[in-house]
């Protein structure tokens, strides 16, 4: 079951942080210029490092979906930059997954912490299905343990219960959007990048062991 009050305490903590923005859009620029540094993964160094690696990866997704506006993006870009997968073109990819197109449907903390579980687990030969049905495996643990956590998958669930106590679907129009920023939105929905960033991690890592 969700443990609605930290949830909610850390959805106040975000919304009062003190956003260091120039920070965050110099570390964001070296990645749109320079691409994804790819990494050899030191096993025991990951393993002997896990919280510590679990801490930032939240706290990038966090700061990327606010410089990004974007929860999906924000996701994966801090998967990707941990662990070296992928590049700046799945980013861009992942434009239109908030909300799953802004429809309110799955959050885009669940669909970017599965593309980067699909680069991590997943396999170039699309025949071979044995592998295929084992990303799918680890991909409702993922949503499962999000679930678990939060309480909802989907937008106006969390917004609901966690976030806002109320559904705002910002794609309503120009006055949504306008309710959905004077709300703190794009700095409190930055909870479930960091929770999705954070089990999708444990879950690579958790694999290493």
């Excluded at 009062?16 to 990645?31: H, M, P, T």
């Excluded at 929905?189 to 960033?197: E, F, S």
Aim: net charge negative; charged share 25%; with cysteine.
């Amino acid at each position: 079951m969700p443990d609605y009050g930290v949830l909610k305490a850390r959805v106040r903590e975000l919304a009062e942080r003190n956003w260091d923005i120039a920070a965050i859009e110099a570390r964001y620029k070296v990645l749109a210029t320079q691409g994804i540094p790819r990494k050899t993964l030191d096993r025991e160094n990951i393993l002997a490092n896990k919280q510590e690696i679990l801490d930032r990866v939240q706290r990038l997704a966090e700061e990327y979906n606010f410089l990004a506006r974007n929860c999906a993006r924000g996701t994966a870009l801090a998967l990707m930059e941990e662990f070296g997968l992928g590049n700046m073109a799945i980013i861009r990819a992942l434009s239109p997954f908030p909300g799953f197109g802004a429809t309110g449907w799955m959050c885009g903390g669940v669909t970017g912490g599965l593309v980067v579980l699909g680069l991590f687990f997943g396999c170039d030969d699309i025949q071979d299905f044995e592998a295929v049905e084992a990303t799918m495996g680890v991909a409702r643990h993922f949503m499962t343990r999000f679930e678990e956590e939060v309480g909802a998958v989907i937008c106006p669930k969390i917004h609901e219960d966690v976030v806002f106590g109320d559904y705002l679907f910002a794609a309503a129009g120009p006055e949504a959007m306008e309710a959905f920023e004077q709300a703190k939105g794009f700095e409190k929905c930055g909870l479930l990048p960091g929770i999705g960033a954070r089990i999708a991690a444990e879950i690579i890592i958790d694999s290493l062991a």
